[in-house]
C-alpha cells in the first residue's frame, strides 16, 4: 500500500468521527509523523510505498484516533509558536489563544530587556510548559519559572526545556495554598493560563477535550469560577515587583470579572484584550511603583 492509499483510508475512517476537513488535516499531521516529511513535501511521496514499520504506525493511530482520543496525544506532540512540545494526557494540548497571550506579553516586556534589565518570569500552571519555553527563548537574558502543581506536569515541562535548549526554574506549589507563597520570589511578570471552565460546562464540551484532558488542569467549581485569579491577584500583592506586569487568560464569559479583580487596589493600566476571533480573553495590569 502507497503513502497515498493509506491517507484516502484513514481520512474515510475518521469520518466516522470528525467532518472531512478536520479528518484531512488529522491525516495530514499522522502522515507528516510517519514520514517525517513537512506538511509541503507530502505529496512527493503519495506513491512510495509504506515498509511494515510505517503501516502498523498507520493502524496504531488510526485505533487511538477512533476511539477519540486526541490526535497530539496520540503523536505525543503539539505546536506553539513554531515550537514541537511533548504532550501527554498529563497536560493540556497547547491552543493559539495562548500564543496570542504569549505574544502580547512579549511585545509589554521587551523593552524591559532591551533596556538590558534582566527579569523574573514566573509562569503558574505551566503544564507542558509551552508559555514559559516560548517566553525564555524569545528573551534570553530573562530567567523564568515553570510552576504548577502536579509533578507530572512538571516532569513534562522539563523535558520540553531541554528538547528546546532554554533553561526554565521548575516549582512543585499549588497556587490555591498561601502558605505557599513565602517560597516564591519577587518577579515582574506573572503569567498564567489557570483552570477556568466551570465544572457545570463539561457536558457542552467537545468529548475530546472532556473525556482526555487532564480536569485539574480544565475546570473550576460552579460556586467561584475566579477562584484561581483571585488567588494570583493575592500572591501579586506579595511577589509582584513594583511596575511588574500581570498576564491573565481566561473565559470570554468571565472576562470582565477578571479585569474587575485586578483593576484598581495595587494594580494600574489594567487593559481587557480580545482574541483572534474578537473574543474576550486576556487581562493585563500593571503594579503600581
Known sequence: MTFGERKKKL???????????????????????ISGKAKGQQPGIEHQLLTEEQQTLFNQYETELLKGRPVQYVLEEAWFLNRKFFVNEKVLIPRPE??????????????????????????????????AISLAALLPTASVSAMDVSRDALNIAEKNATASGVRINLICL????????????????????????????????????????PHIALFTPDNDPL???????????????????????????????????????????????????????MVFATRSL
Open 11 to 33: 481520512i474515510d475512517h475518521l469520518q466516522v468521527k470528525y467532518d472531512t476537513g478536520e479528518a484531512k488535516a488529522i491525516t495530514a499531521l499522522v502522515t507528516e509523523k
Open 174 to 213: 499549588d497556587v490555591l495554598d498561601e502558605e505557599n507563597f513565602p517560597e516564591l520570589e519577587a518577579y515582574d511578570v506573572i503569567i498564567s493560563n489557570p483552570p477556568y471552565i466551570p465544572l457545570s460546562e463539561k457536558e457542552v464540551l467537545d468529548a475530546h477535550v472532556a473525556e482526555w484532558e
Open 98 to 131: 495562548t500564543e496570542e497571550l504569549v505574544m502580547h506579553t512579549h511585545e509589554k516586556i521587551r523593552p524591559m530587556t532591551d533596556a538590558g534589565k534582566e527579569i523574573k518570569i514566573l509562569d503558574i500552571g505551566t503544564g507542558s510548559g509551552c508559555i
Open 227 to 281: 477562584k484561581f485569579y483571585k488567588a494570583i491577584a493575592k500572591l501579586c500583592i506579595g511577589h509582584l515587583k513594583p511596575g511588574g506586569l500581570a498576564a491573565l487568560e481566561g473565559h470570554q464569559a468571565y472576562m470582565k470579572d477578571v479585569f474587575g479583580i485586578f483593576n484598581g487596589s495595587i494594580f494600574k493600566d489594567t487593559t481587557l484584550v480580545t482574541d483572534i476571533n474578537d473574543n474576550e480573553r
